[in-house]
């Protein structure tokens, strides 16, 4: 079966990949009545040390073209909405001009296929928080598009956590193995307890039946039986 996926699939895909892009294409094609997309990416989240500089991942996509792309980064201040910088973007692949409205703050995406994504420089405790990459095209009756990405600011990045859930999934997937190990092994030991049972039976059977091991048929085990069953 996994011989059919690859010679249906184009030459640089895996399998995996395949069977993943079919499934997200149906899906897609079923949800997306939507013209453009913001991305933020798989992960729209950050986790950064206060100083260090990071970026903010957004891009847009649109099946109809873009003319005139209205979009703007707003950061999310404990409920009220700050713009953070924004932009018309006359057509694709045409470097905006960006206003920005905050400190540190620099456009790097520059519309390079559709990259809007933005530095922040020397980032602080206070840049922690929601920040939306919103866009509108006037091609589809001004409908609005966003996407959110979070970036949490920390004193320093711990590692501990990590290894702590991997202590306890490893512990929570040893506990199962075992449990599924002695679950088989009982399994294993009532079968072999039972199939030695069955041949004790089957000896007693055969011994005082016809012995059938001359012929080394097994199939002709059965046929030649049957004297002593008729009790
Ligand atoms: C990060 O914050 C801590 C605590 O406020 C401070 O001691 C440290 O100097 C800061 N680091 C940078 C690179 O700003
Ligand atoms: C955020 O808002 C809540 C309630 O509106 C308030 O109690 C809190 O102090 C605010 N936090 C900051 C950091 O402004
Ligand atoms: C970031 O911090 C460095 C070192 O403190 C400084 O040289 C630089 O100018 C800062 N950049 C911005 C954009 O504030
Ligand atoms: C957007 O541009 C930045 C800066 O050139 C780059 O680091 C980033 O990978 C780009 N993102 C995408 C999705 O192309
Ligand atoms: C789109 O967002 C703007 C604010 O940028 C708002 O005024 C407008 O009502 C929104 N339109 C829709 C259809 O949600």
Not at 111 to 117: C, F, P, R, T, W
Request: charge should be neutral.
């Amino acid at each position: 079966m996994d011989v059919r996926w690859i010679e249906i699939q184009p030459p640089k895909l895996g399998p995996r990949f395949s069977v993943l892009s079919l499934i997200s294409t149906v899906l897609l094609g079923a949800w997306s009545t939507q013209a453009l997309e913001m991305i933020v990416g798989k992960t729209p989240s950050l986790v950064a040390v206060n100083g260090s500089t990071v970026m903010l991942p957004c891009k847009y996509e649109s099946c109809v073209g873009i003319d005139r792309l209205y979009f703007n980064w707003q950061f999310n201040n404990n409920g009220t909405m700050q713009k953070v910088c924004e932009s018309v973007i006359a057509s694709a692949e045409v470097e905006p001009d960006v206003k920005i409205f905050r400190d540190r703050v620099e456009f790097i995406g520059k519309n390079v296929k559709g990259n809007v994504s933005i530095l922040l420089w020397n980032i602080t405790f206070e840049d922690g928080g929601l920040y939306t990459c919103f866009g509108r095209n006037p091609k589809e009756h001004y409908k609005n598009h966003s996407a959110i990405f979070e970036l949490l600011v920390v004193e320093e990045l711990k590692v501990v956590d990590k290894t702590v859930t991997i202590i306890i999934a490893s512990a929570v997937g040893g506990a199962i193995a075992l449990l599924m190990g002695f679950m088989l092994l009982k399994n294993f030991t009532l079968f072999v307890l039972s199939k030695l049972e069955e041949k004790n039976k089957e000896c007693l059977v055969t011994s005082s039946g016809i012995d059938n091991t001359e012929n080394g048929l097994s199939g002709s085990k059965a046929d030649s039986k049957p004297t002593p069953k008729k009790k």
